[in-house]
């Protein structure tokens, strides 16, 4: 990897050792290429706090509408909130949003810490478990398809369509598709729609009390939402919250294995839960890189972005840029402010912000709660999430002992 000033600068997203430790490389970026363009690419990196949360908060200039890449037909790509601007987007979340304000999140406390408990108490049966399969990954997706209003005993079908859609992500904007990738990628949508167009039959002829009826309802109304519509929200909450949620819950044990000192002080008082997983989210963020496309020609840090190229958020450097952060590379659960970037910032502000932390938080203290101890059993390299957009690892063996 190379740090030195003296060295020549490069930066290389899909290196496997820059994608476990980035953060010497992130930090010479901020300093001597705060926007750096990729040889031969229409896309730039961005890595400084403040150019990020520029982009971020100025859809305007910077879109989340891009064009379909090459080999995709457009109804392959579904349209979600997450890829339209204002106002398009604006009437998209405002039809979820209500769903997913923390008073309403707030609710969901106490089924959220019997859902971690329920998991726990089987894997604690097993004394050495794999946390991902355990425990990071059903708890969010158990939460969101009970929210939804779908079945959450069919979460291993889940698992290999939200597998499927993310595993690709990023790379897209370094080379075009294969032909398989469309492929796949066209086979998960027509499964998925076929999925959800059961489901959506059966809440038009028998309403419930859940999110899934609240669209239907929107739907039906026709000006409000289109089916197709229907179908990119349903895809994106289900997949959106889960990769994420399952990659704060294990980076948080991965900080707090590596930090003894914090795990101590969490045992001590798990009141300071909250401010120890927004240190998680800013020192290990599960999105590391959101992207953007110029609308006009802008000049970024004295580079010019042409309209019609993509500049790509980094913010996991964002979040370690000390022009905001005191002592940027030290994890530390004291922080008193810490405006990290890891869920996004201006219109595009993560809707589940509040789902996601609470669920962290009630995920990390059950399981501080149930055991004496935790630990690596050896120190093998752990599979790394195969996108570039996500921090977290793929499986987290663990050696459990019981409080
Ligand atoms: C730690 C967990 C999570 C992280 C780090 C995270 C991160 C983010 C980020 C960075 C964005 C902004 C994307 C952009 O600027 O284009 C975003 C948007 C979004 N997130 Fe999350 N997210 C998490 C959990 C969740 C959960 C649990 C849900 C809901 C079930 C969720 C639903 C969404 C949705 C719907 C959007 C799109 C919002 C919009 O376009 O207005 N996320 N998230």
């Known amino acids: 990897m190379h740090t030195s000033a003296s060295e020549p600068f490069d930066f290389n997203p899909f290196d496997e050792a820059t994608r476990r430790v980035p953060w010497a490389l992130f930090a010479r970026a901020r300093r001597e290429h705060p926007v750096w363009r990729h040889e031969g690419l229409p896309v730039s990196s961005v ?12 859809p305007k200039t ?14 392959d790509v579904p349209r979600s909130m997450l890829v339209t601007d204002p106002p398009a987007h604006t009437r998209l979340r405002g039809l979820v949003s209500q769903a997913f304000t923390p008073k309403r999140i707030r609710e969901l406390a106490p089924r959220i810490e019997a859902i971690a408990h329920e998991l726990l108490d089987d894997a604690l049966a097993r004394r050495e478990i794999d946390l991902v ?70 809440r038009r002829r028998t309403p419930k009390d859940d999110l899934l009826t609240a669209l239907v309802q929107a739907e039906l109304e026709g000006s409000r939402l289109s089916f197709d519509e229907l179908l990119a ?13 399952t990659n704060l819950i294990g980076n948080a044990a991965l900080e707090l294995l590596a930090h003894p000192d914090a795990l101590a002080a969490l045992r001590a008082d798990p009141s300071r839960m909250p401010a120890a997983m927004d240190e998680v989210l800013r020192c290990s963020s599960p999105v590391q890189m959101d992207p953007r496309l110029a609308t006009r020609d802008v000049e970024l840090q004295g580079t010019t972005i042409p309209a019609g190229e993509f500049v790509l958020c980094w913010l996991g450097s964002a979040n370690r840029d000390e022009a905001v952060f005191e002592r940027s590379e030290t994890f530390d659960i ?49 599979p790394l999430h195969p996108s570039i957009v996500f921090r977290g690892v793929r499986s987290l063996p663990l050696a459990l002992e019981p409080a």
């Open 334 to 382: 004291g922080r008193e402010k810490n405006p990290h970037l890891a869920f996004g910032f201006g219109p595009h502000y993560c809707l589940g912000a509040s789902l996601a932390t609470l669920e962290a938080v009630v995920a990390v203290r059950v399981l501080i709660e149930r055991t004496r101890s935790f630990a690596r059993p050896d120190d093998a390299p752990l």
């Open 47 to 58: 890595f400084r706090y403040a150019d990020c949360q520029a982009i971020l908060r100025d």
């Open 233 to 245: 929200m349903l895809i994106l909450l289900l997949v959106a919250g889960n990769e994420t949620t």
């Open 62 to 75: 910077w879109s989340s509408v891009f064009p379909t890449p090459p080999g995709f037909d457009p109804e």
């Open 133 to 202: 399969e355990a425990l990071t990954y059903p708890l969010p997706v158990i939460v969101i398809a009970e929210m939804i209003g779908v079945p959450a005993d069919d979460r291993a079908r889940f698992k290999a369509w939200s597998d499927a859609l993310v595993a690709p992500l990023g790379s897209i904007f370094f080379a075009p598709p294969s032909p398989e990738m469309v492929a796949e990628q066209r086979r998960i949508r027509t499964e998925l729609e076929a999925y959800f167009v059961r489901l959506v039959e059966d």
